[in-house]
């Protein structure tokens, strides 16, 4: 029996997997035999690899897999224990017991495996087994699902981002030379709505997107610098500064070597303000934009958006890259505008605490940005001014007089003369005023260069000379300089800052072979090149304006542009170019409008300058007043001598006409001959006492009596003041003009006047007063001796 049996297993065929079902459920039943019972499975399997996966999944197993530490389940097992369960899940819909454990089975496998999105299928075939049986199960199973769901759609939109953001970078690269790229990437709707929204944040977040966008805009940013024609010799590097209300000074190169936060930088004219600025420009190797302050009278924003015609497309986007920092801002000549164009800029500076922005200034009545901070451009030491000088030798022209040694001997000499220790205080401050500033400086080195002798009132005026000597010399006639004054002029009250060249080409030629105008080449719009012309620096367009102001036609412009800021520097040159009565007359004026505007900045300079002038002439005049009285000394001992010698000789001839004797002759002959000796060294001494006594009396008060120069001066105001009120008021009354004169004349004046006149000044004053003014002028200065 027992062999038969054998002999039949051993003929049956393995049974399938579906057929070892049923033994396996029986486990569940009789749960003390699952030993045998698990035995008698694999045995009947043959070994089959399925059917050993299913025995080690269910049957109640010692150990599950998934309980083994050791022993993770990969994917590829999972994938095949799930597509096992699945092949067996219709046989064992009628296998209860096994059918719960296959449940649950599912369920562990699907949590325990890490899916891929090609067993999304798999998957979502247990979900459905499951749904129908046990909701709980089946759930588990369904966040699988839509986990892999969400990879599959994330790695989508990943892609779909991928070929998106490669698209913009494409054009970011294109985008510095293809003017049509730049158009579509500046215009908003296609940011917007080709860049999903969130290009335009990635253009203003990225340091080196928002680099790229303005980039090849470079060149236009900082073309009010005229970086082509800046020559880095040009500019002297060892200036200081200092902040105000501080005492420490520090060189600017370490105060302001790079910008963090806003500055302003101020300083006298021709300290070297926009020279800084073009150097920071130039060497700071960031992007900068370069704004002449009087374009920034709409706006800072707006100014740079009128620089670029793309912005114009999405104003509010070139704003938010100026917030970002992108652009170091500099802006020049904040004196040259009016005072609601400075609070435009102020505010702007104001709103952005953090920004890269500096402001150049001369002096002025005003309130910087609460949040600048505030550095003074200090003048040029004893030392600097002499290495100042010396290294202008490399941008003077090749073929001047003076180079090399003897330049430098010619500034040694230069400096000896004009700073040496028997100088006053007084004079010694007045050439220090014009020696520390860099470009008096420069227009020094030149003249020396030229072998002149610098002259520290009229440097402008000999560079001109020097500059019309050469015009003349090529076209054999005079530089028209009153015409070309008057087109000056004209550009400043309109505010253009390039010259127009028609009518004028020859003579700009001239003027920049001496460093007085600069050209440069501007891109037009039709792909050409123009070329533009400027002034190297506005005190040489203000030396041309104030030839307008001098001629006695135009002497009404004195007074029309007293509170215009474009015009303070024409107003220092009056200073020392206006006749002296002229220029304190003016220098009153400029008084009076200070009072008013509460501005004194011109006027204080004014008077400085005028102050300077007079200690610089005061000086000539003194030494010029010795050389005269010493050349009327020398010619009166010469006619003294001729007189004597006549005088010998006529008493010669007369004695040797007498008949007298001989000895009685020689002796009185000889006695005659020294009396008259006699009478011409006194003669001689009288002349010596009198020359001592002039000289003593011309020098004791620097050549003018102090009494005399303040009857002239209040003679020339008072007149001044009378031809004003004739020119606006000219039927007015004697009472009338005695009341304007006295509110015009300050207190202090009057009080000069009447000094002077204690010492018998009165008939001199009424000399100095021309015929018209006489009777009210003597009245009215007789009104203030008898108020």
């Known amino acids: 029996m027992g062999n038969s049996a054998a002999k039949a297993l051993e003929q049956m065929a393995p049974l399938e997997v579906k057929d070892l079902l049923s033994v396996l459920n029986q486990v569940y039943w009789y749960q003390r035999e699952a030993p045998r019972l698990r035995f008698l499975a694999y045995f009947l399997s043959g070994g089959e690899e399925n059917s050993l996966v ?29 597509n096992l369960f699945a092949e067996i899940w219709e046989d064992s819909q009628d296998l209860s017991k096994l059918r719960k454990d296959l449940e649950r089975q599912i369920a562990i496998v699907v949590d325990k495996v890490k899916w891929e999105q090609t067993d999304m299928k798999l998957l979502k075939q247990h979900y459905k087994n499951l749904k129908s049986i046990d909701s709980q199960l089946a759930a588990a199973v369904n966040a699988k699902i839509i986990a892999l769901e969400g990879q599959h759609w994330f790695l989508i939109a990943f892609k779909l981002w991928l070929i998106h953001v490669s698209g913009w970078l494409l054009l970011i690269i294109i985008y510095p030379r293809s003017s049509q790229v730049q158009a579509l990437i500046w215009d908003r709707k296609f940011r917007t709505i080709v860049g999903l929204g969130y290009i335009s944040v990635a253009l203003t977040w990225i340091p080196w997107l928002r680099y790229r ?11 009010d610098a005229s970086l082509d024609s800046f020559d880095p010799q040009a500019y002297f590097p060892n200036s200081y500064v200092k902040i105000r209300r501080a005492t420490h000074t520090q060189p600017i190169q370490t105060a302001i070597g790079q910008l963090q936060s806003p500055i302003v930088l101020e300083g006298e004219s021709g300290l070297g303000k926009s020279m800084f600025l073009r150097n920071l420009v130039k060497t700071s190797g960031r992007l900068s934009v370069y704004l002449p302050a009087s374009q920034c009278a709409g706006g800072v924003v707006e100014a740079i958006q009128a620089k670029l015609p793309i912005a114009a497309h999405d104003p509010l986007f070139l704003q938010s890259l100026i917030n970002y920092n992108t652009l170091d801002i500099c802006i020049d000549g904040l004196n040259e505008v009016s005072p609601d164009t400075r609070a435009t800029i102020n505010t702007f500076v104001e709103h952005h605490v953090h920004g ?99 002259d520290l009132l009229n440097l402008q005026q000999q560079q001109y000379e020097i500059m019309a000597e050469d015009y003349q010399q090529i076209h054999l006639y005079p530089f028209p300089l009153a015409e070309f004054a008057e087109t000056v002029y004209q550009m400043r009250l309109h505010d253009q800052i390039t010259i127009p060249e028609n009518d004028c080409l020859d003579e700009l030629h001239c003027m920049e072979r001496y460093k007085m105008v600069l050209t440069r080449q501007q891109k037009d719009g039709f792909g050409g090149t123009h070329r533009e012309w400027y002034f190297r620096h506005d005190k040489i367009q203000e030396y041309f304006i104030v030839q307008t102001f001098l001629k006695s036609e135009n002497r009404e412009r004195q007074h029309e542009h007293l509170s215009d800021p474009r015009f303070r520097g024409v107003y220092l040159l009056l200073a020392t170019l206006l ?137 020339a105001e008072i007149q001044q003041l009378l031809k004003q009120l004739e020119q606006s008021n000219p039927n007015a009354t004697d009472l009338e003009k005695t009341a304007f004169v006295n509110i015009a004349i300050p207190a202090s004046t009057k009080q000069r006047l009447l000094s002077a006149l204690e010492s018998g000044g009165k008939e001199a004053l009424r000399e100095l007063l021309d015929n018209p003014y006489v009777n009210v002028g003597m009245a009215i200065v007789e009104g203030w001796q008898n108020p």
């Open 54 to 82: 299913l025995i080690k999944w269910l049957g109640l197993p010692k150990e599950y897999p998934h309980e083994n530490e050791d022993q993770a389940i990969n994917h590829q097992e999972g994938v095949k224990v799930l």
């Open 213 to 223: 966008l303005l980039a090849p805009f470079r060149e236009v940013l900082v073309a």
């Open 356 to 454: 890269h922005i500096i402001l150049t200034t001369q002096p002025l009545e005003w309130k910087p940005p609460a949040t600048a901070k505030t550095y003074v451009l200090q003048p040029l030491k004893r030392q600097q001014i002499a290495e100042f000088l010396t290294s202008r030798q490399g941008i003077l022209p090749e073929d001047v007089p003076v180079s090399g040694v003897e330049y430098e001997q010619a500034c040694d000499d230069y400096l000896a003369s004009q700073l040496h220790q028997n100088q006053s205080k007084q004079e010694l401050t007045a050439v220090r005023r014009f020696l520390s500033n860099p470009m008096d400086l420069t227009l020094v080195a030149q003249l020396l260069a030229q072998g002149k002798d610098p």
């Open 579 to 715: 006749e002296v009565n002229q220029a304190l007359v003016l220098r009153e004026v400029l008084i009076q409008s200070a009072v008013e505007t509460k501005d004194h900045a011109v006027s204080d300079q004014f008077i400085q300058r005028f102050n300077s002038r007079q200690e610089l002439t005061q000086t000539t005049n003194k030494d010029g007043v010795l050389a005269l009285y010493q050349k009327h000394y020398q010619d009166l001992i010469e006619i003294a001598r001729l007189q004597a010698s006549r005088l010998i000789t006529v008493e010669n001839n007369a004695m040797s006409d007498s008949t007298s004797d001989s000895n009685h002759s020689n002796y009185h002959s000889k006695y005659d001959q020294r009396q008259s000796q006699h009478r011409f060294n006194n003669f001689v001494d009288a002349t010596q006492s009198e020359f001592n006594q002039e000289i003593d009396s011309q020098t004791q008060n620097n050549y003018a009596p102090e009494k005399n120069q303040t009857l002239s001066e209040a003679a």
